[in-house]
């Protein structure tokens, strides 16, 4: 049965937005040139590729549903799983379902820990006993470094195959548009392709990236964290927003007494330290939950409650920035003779707003947007990480991180969970970040069209 | 023969943009002679920046000299030094030493952070062997050479402490710090007020003569030639047209773009009849040419024109040593010089302005700002940027509003519109005062009253299409019956203004600057107002270009009975358009009169001073365009402590012990004329006696 976690609903409405905004810009000259400037850019085509990757990864992670029991004689109605599941953990259902009992290392066919194992004597001994999943279908452990590298060499066949698809697309759209640099495109895919293959095809028989403490896999970890800090990264603006270009444009085109509310708003709201507001507002949040139980059916939906309201708690801690920049942009527009002129027409204020100040700022709307994603990303793991982030059944990156405090003091330490966060949050920030950067270029209004 | 100290053979630069190689300066041969003032004239395009930087080589990171020899000579070096050819660390030696260059801009030429008397010391260090105290006393005699009064307590002031007219004399005394032979300057008085501008002009010409330095002077105003040059070079597209001694040039003008541009200036002789302008653009310059580059716009092109590229050609028969034409017609011999038109006369404009009714009457208008201090924004003073203005516009009249920048003309305009709110005062329109309206009621009578603004890249919206631009005020003022009424009414509009019908779909970035002017002309026409406050329409504007939007706005006024109120410190504009004109010094109207008696025979001794300073093209060959320039002291006080009695006392020359006490009355003269001078009152109550 389809199910729609709350969440779900805003990240497809976003999709939708995007979508919209898409076509929106492709029929205005102003802001197409700005994209097509930025798709111009090498550095910008392949972080988009990457970011297409987690998106890709993420939106399939938003289609919930919840399996059918097996049903029971008698039952006239289908009963359902209390658990929800996404279309990707229905891909990954080989990972999903194949839990250690502990700690093992990356590839490894023994676990990490030494416990007491029956040897076939009939004797007790402690020793690493093999994994239940890991490298089990070997009968002998010697073969194991033939076995990685046979499946290392299929999964690199299947990416080279892919490759070759894609590289055929790309000679395609070169003829279609030849000013993007398509040979960036071509090397991020390939880089992921050659990275994603092996992996693939070795997690089908092995943790490629170890397994945490309760035994699950880091790999299916890092990858449903993924949508956890899109939703973050990009539900957040949308509270961040409305409030942010309403009150900033508000205070630079109305000024007056309007003007230095908004500005005491905003400078006493800055000056409180932004994790402890953010924390404080947290823990009231659980506790409403808490003691509201009966609100939600679904542990999931509880969780994902709280990762709303997580949003929602950082747009509002973080607006202030944009709407000071949106503020000092609208006073300088406010001077500007179009805006004169407007008045001279007894144009209303709204209308004066709406129609000549908000086009003219939307560059600095989507480089603040598109800047503000990896700084909300990383917010998130700091936040998981002080324990007031994302309810702890919600897989993270910061969750992940916050775990990895004990496994980095135990001895001999466990540095793959850490590591595999690490990276894959890399991964995204980077991109995020260099995407930005040339989203900064393009709308950069020196320019001239 | 006279020395020559810097010789430019053959100078290309070239700059890269997205469309391709542009050819800024495409082979251009200048000689610049001792203490001469040689002066490199075009309009915006033409190359003559580039030219300047090119010699200092200081050109921006796209550019870069393809070809050409800058040959620097001094008693040195008689041979001459290809500064092209120079190394950078050479050439650091020559910027400032040998050749210095002043710019157009004194606000950002200095920097904010170091006092005026470290930036003088700082090149006095770089570039003579002066050292600790003598390099002080250097600067303040330097800053005293340059007319800076009290240097020694300037010196530790920083830019912003002083204003525009002390921050270029400042400029001029870093350039001057070395003694350099050679002074380009770019445009150095475009950013200044005419009486201003008379001072920095006066003080270049002055220390020119007494230094035997070579100005190379660049401008786009005709005027500033006429005044300052010995020697005149016009620039087209990146090639000089013409090379001329100053009098022969302004006697016969021989290149047909040199003497287009002549036609198009605005003059009292052409009231009633259109100027003449030039049609077209300046060709791109990133496409090679096959024939002259002047030809798709000059009304005299022949075949020949089209398909062989004209030299620089001296004239056969010509009399005038070093003229040079770049111009196939020339070779058969010089163009007569243009005919003179007499003044046309104008009289009865008074009786006429009389007889047709007043749209608009401002009475004793005022516009003030507080000044706030403190936590609680307490006012402890007001700038009085309109202190007292009355006017009245009549139907399809011009009513000019002339004066320096911050005497407050700007604010009196748009108070008169209530885009300010006025202080005090009323402005009555249609027999209702607009200040005693409701915002509701103000809406309704909005259309009547249109303003065009100065920048055209500043007064359209960059995200909204011409459509939009249009249908905004009609809608917002409900003029139209429905959408399609006012799509008819757009396409009748951009007729009126000369603009072709696919101009609807498309944005202001595509237009051209004049063009960007007829749209803001279009939208001001669309809500069918009976004023529209004209605010330096032009002054963003080449020549040529300006005499395109005068005769559109001066022919609108003739089908459409529109009246202006035409804001501008361009006083040939006034001449050529304005039936009327008032003078506003400082926030009051000192003057205010038929225009062409107002000008040929100021009373006022500030309109007397600010007609003296304008530069003039001469009106006729032999006649020196000049008045005796009256030399004002200092600046324009500031509207928050006006000087007490007479504003304009403490720089006024006539001034006497009366005009400390009390502001003076208007006094009304013949024919409708006022003027707010002590002078008058004593002269009228002496002959009433």
Same mark, same amino acid.
């Given at each position: ?9 805003l990240?497809w409405l976003?999709v939708?937005?995007v ?10 000259a102003h ?7 930025v798709?111009r ?5 392949a972080s988009a ?5 987690y998106?890709?990864?993420g939106l399939?992670?938003? =289609? #919930? ?14 009963a359902?799983?209390t658990?929800v599941?996404s279309m990707l953990?229905l891909g ?8 250690e009992?502990?700690y ?14 029956e040897?076939?004597g ?11 999943? $890991?490298?089990a279908?070997l009968q002998?452990?010697a ?5 990685v ?18 590289a055929?697309?790309?000679?395609w ?14 090397v ?14 070795? %997690?089908? #028989?092995y ?13 299916y ?5 993924? !949508? @956890? ?18 009150l ?9 007494w ?8 905003y400078?006493t ?16 949040m659980?506790?409403?939950i808490?003691r ?11 969780a ?8 929602a ?9 944009l ?6 942009? @609208? ?8 805006i ?9 204020d709204?209308h ?5 100040i ?6 600095i709307?989507?480089i ?8 909300l990303?990383?917010a ?5 990480y ?12 910061g969750t ?7 496994e980095?003091?135990?001895e001999?330490v ?9 990276t894959?949050?890399?991964a ?17 209004? !020196?320019v001239?069209m | 023969?006279?020395e ?5 053979s053959?100078?290309k630069t ?13 082979g +251009? ?5 001792k ?14 920046s580039?030219?300047?930087?090119s010699?200092?080589?200081l ?11 800058v040959?620097?000579r001094?008693?040195? =070096?008689?041979? $001459?030094?290809?500064?092209?050819a ?12 040998r050749?210095?260059?002043i ?5 950002t ?5 170091l006092? +005026? ?17 003598a ?6 005699e330097?800053l ?14 920083y830019?912003?402490?002083l204003?525009?007219?002390l ?22 008085? @475009?950013a ?9 002009l006066?003080?270049?010409?002055k ?5 035997e330095?070579?100005i190379?002077l660049?401008?786009?105003d005709l ?7 010995q ?8 090639e000089i047209?013409?090379?001329a ?14 003497q287009k ?33 002047f030809v798709?716009?000059?009304d =005299?092109?022949?075949?020949?024109? #089209?398909e062989?590229l ?7 028969a ?13 070779e ?9 038109v ?6 009865g ?10 749209? +608009?009457?401002?009475?004793s ?9 403190g936590?609680?924004?307490?006012t402890?003073?007001q ?24 005497c407050?003309?700007? @604010? ?5 519109? !209530?885009l ?8 009555v329109?249609?027999g209702?005062d ?9 809406r309704?009578? !909005?259309?009547?009253?249109?303003i065009?603004?100065q ?12 459509a939009?631009?249009?249908?905004? $005020?009609?809608r917002s ?14 396409a009748?509009?951009l ?7 696919e ?5 202001? #970035? ?9 749209i803001?002309i ?9 004023l ?10 080449d ?9 559109l706005?001066?022919s609108l006024?003739e ?12 006083i ?5 358009l304005a039936?009327e004109?008032a ?5 009051r109207?000192?003057?205010?009169g038929?225009?062409?008696? +107002?000008l ?5 001794p500030?309109?007397?001073a600010?007609? %003296? ?6 009106a006729?060959p032999?006649v020196?365009?000049q008045r005796?320039?009256?030399r004002?002291?200092?600046e ?6 006006p ?8 720089r006024?020359?006539?001034?006497m012990?009366?005009c400390?006490q009390?502001?003076p ?7 409708g004329?006022t003027?707010s001078?002590?002078l008058?009152?004593?002269s009228?109550?002496?002959?009433s006696?």
């Amino acid at each position: 049965m389809p199910y729609l976690l709350p969440s779900d609903v805003l990240v497809w409405l976003l999709v939708a937005a995007v979508a919209a905004y898409g076509w929106y810009c492709h029929r205005y000259a102003h802001l197409s040139v700005p994209w097509a400037r930025v798709f111009r850019s090498p550095a910008a085509v392949a972080s988009a590729v990457v970011l297409s990757a987690y998106l890709a990864i993420g939106l399939l992670d938003s =289609l #919930h549903f919840r399996p059918a029991l097996p049903a029971k004689p008698g039952a006239t109605e289908k009963a359902y799983s209390t658990e929800v599941l996404s279309m990707l953990d229905l891909g990954l259902a080989q990972l999903r379902g194949r839990a250690e009992k502990t700690y093992s290392a990356p590839l490894a066919t023994r676990s990490y820990a030494k416990e007491q194992v029956e040897l076939p004597g009939g004797k007790q001994a402690r020793d690493f006993p093999r994994l239940r999943f $890991g490298g089990a279908q070997l009968q002998d452990e010697a073969d194991w470094a033939e076995d990685v590298a046979r499946r290392v060499l299929a999964g690199f066949a299947v990416a080279a195959l892919a490759f070759a698809a894609f590289a055929f697309l790309i000679r395609w759209l070169r003829r279609r548009r030849p000013e993007v640099p398509w040979n960036a495109a071509l090397v991020a895919v390939g880089v992921l392709l050659f990275l994603a293959g092996p992996a693939f095809a070795l %997690s089908t #028989h092995y943790h490629m990236l170890g397994t945490d403490k309760v035994g699950q896999d880091v790999f299916y970890l890092a990858l449903k964290s993924i !949508r @956890t800090s899109l939703v973050i990264g990009t539900v957040t603006t949308l509270v961040l927003l409305p409030v942010g270009i309403g009150l900033g444009t508000m205070a630079g085109y109305f000024r007056g007494w309007v003007d230095d509310l908004i500005q005491y708003v905003y400078t006493t709201l800055n000056s409180i330290p932004g994790v402890l507001l953010i924390a404080a507002a947290v823990l009231m949040m659980q506790v409403v939950i808490e003691r509201n139980a009966e609100w939600f059916s679904l542990a999931a939906q509880r969780a994902d409650v709280r990762l709303l309201v997580l949003c929602a708690i950082l747009g509002f801690t973080s607006w202030t920035g944009l709407a000071r920049l949106l503020r000092g942009e @609208t006073l300088k527009l406010s001077q500007l003779e179009y805006i004169q002129a407007a008045h001279a027409f007894g144009v209303r204020d709204s209308h004066i707003l709406a129609r000549h100040i908000l086009p003219n700022v939307s560059h600095i709307v989507i480089i603040a947007m598109v800047m503000d994603f990896s700084g909300l990303v990383l917010a998130e793991a700091v936040l998981s990480y002080v324990g007031v982030g994302v309810d702890p059944s919600t897989n993270s990156f910061g969750t992940m991180i916050n775990a990895a405090r004990m496994e980095m003091s135990r001895e001999p330490v466990v540095w793959w969970a850490l590591a595999t966060a690490f990276t894959f949050m890399l991964a995204l920030v980077l991109a995020a970040n260099l995407f930005a950067d040339a989203v900064r270029d393009g709308f950069d209004p !020196r320019v001239r069209m | 023969m006279i020395e020559s100290v810097l010789q430019v053979s053959g100078l290309k630069t070239s700059l890269d943009t997205p469309r391709g190689e542009l050819r800024a300066v495409d082979g +251009v041969d200048i000689e610049l002679r001792k203490g001469e003032c040689f002066a490199l004239v075009g309009e915006s395009g033409s190359g003559k920046s580039m030219t300047a930087l090119s010699l200092m080589r200081l050109l921006p990171e796209t550019g870069r000299i393809a070809d050409g020899r800058v040959l620097l000579r001094g008693p040195d =070096l008689l041979a $001459g030094q290809d500064l092209l050819a120079l190394p950078e660390a050479a050439m650091r030696a020559v910027r400032g030493r040998r050749v210095a260059m002043i710019f157009q801009e004194p606000a950002t030429a200095l920097n904010p952070v170091l006092t +005026v008397g470290r930036q003088v010391t700082e090149v006095l260090e770089r570039h003579t062997q002066l050292a600790g105290e003598a390099v002080r006393k250097r600067a303040l005699e330097l800053l005293d050479a340059v007319g800076i009064p009290d240097a020694g307590r300037r010196c530790e002031e920083y830019p912003f402490q002083l204003s525009g007219g002390l921050k270029q004399r400042v400029m001029i005394a870093c350039a001057l710090a070395a003694e350099p032979e050679i002074l380009i300057a770019d445009e150095p008085t @475009t950013a200044l007020d005419v009486t201003i501008q008379a001072q920095i002009l006066d003080l270049l010409a002055k220390l020119q003569a007494e230094r035997e330095m070579a100005i190379l002077l660049i401008t786009h105003d005709l005027g500033i030639v006429a005044r300052m040059a010995q020697r005149v070079a016009v620039m087209y597209a990146g090639e000089i047209v013409e090379v001329a001694e100053r009098d022969a040039f302004f006697a016969a003008p021989q290149h047909p773009y040199a003497q287009k541009l002549f036609e198009a200036l605005p003059a009292p002789q052409k009231r009633g009849a259109e100027l003449s302008v030039i049609a077209g653009q300046v060709p791109p310059l990133t496409a090679p040419f096959a024939g002259c580059r002047f030809v798709e716009r000059c009304d =005299l092109a022949f075949k020949r024109c #089209h398909e062989e590229l004209p030299r620089l050609i001296a004239i056969p028969a010509d009399v005038m040593a070093g003229r040079l034409v770049r111009c196939h017609l020339r070779e058969q011999g010089p163009a007569p010089a243009p005919r003179h038109v007499p003044p046309m006369a104008t009289e009865g404009t008074v009786i006429a302005a009389e007889r047709s009714p007043a749209i +608009v009457s401002v009475e004793s208008l005022k516009v003030h700002f507080p000044i706030r201090k403190g936590v609680f924004k307490r006012t402890v003073g007001q700038v009085r940027a309109v202190d007292g203005v009355s006017l009245t516009i009549r139907q399809g009249r011009t009513l000019a509003l002339v004066g320096e920048s911050g005497c407050g003309k700007t @604010t009196a305009g748009k108070a008169l519109l !209530r885009l300010i709110l006025p202080t005090e005062g009323r402005v009555v329109f249609a027999g209702r005062d607009l200040s005693s309206l409701s915002r509701r009621a103000l809406r309704e009578s !909005r259309g009547a009253m249109q303003i065009i603004f100065q920048d055209p890249y500043a007064s359209l919206n960059p995200r909204m299409r011409t459509a939009d631009i249009l249908a905004e $005020g009609m809608r917002s003022l409900g003029v139209g019956r429905d959408e399609k009424d006012r799509a008819r009414r757009m396409a009748q509009l951009l007729a009126q203004v000369g603009l072709p019908l696919e101009a609807l779909q498309r944005y202001p #970035h595509e237009f051209s600057g004049g063009q960007r002017q007829r749209i803001a002309i279009a939208r001001a026409l669309a809500v069918e107002p009976k004023l529209i406050v004209c605010d330096e329409p032009t002054s963003a504007l080449d020549v040529s270009v300006q005499a395109q939007i005068l005769n559109l706005l001066k022919s609108l006024q003739e089908r459409l009975g529109i009246a202006y109120l035409f804001i501008t410190h361009n006083i040939s504009i006034v001449e050529y358009l304005a039936h009327e004109v008032a003078v506003m010094y400082l926030g009051r109207i000192v003057e205010h009169g038929a225009a062409d008696e +107002v000008l040929a025979n100021p009373k006022h001794p500030y309109t007397e001073a600010l007609l %003296s300073a304008v530069p003039a093209v001469p009106a006729a060959p032999g006649v020196d365009g000049q008045r005796e320039i009256i030399r004002l002291s200092g600046e324009l006080p500031s509207p928050a402590q006006p000087p007490p009695g007479c504003h304009f006392h403490p720089r006024c020359p006539k001034a006497m012990s009366e005009c400390a006490q009390a502001y003076p009355a208007a006094v009304a003269l013949e024919r409708g004329r006022t003027v707010s001078c002590v002078l008058y009152r004593a002269s009228k109550a002496a002959s009433s006696s």
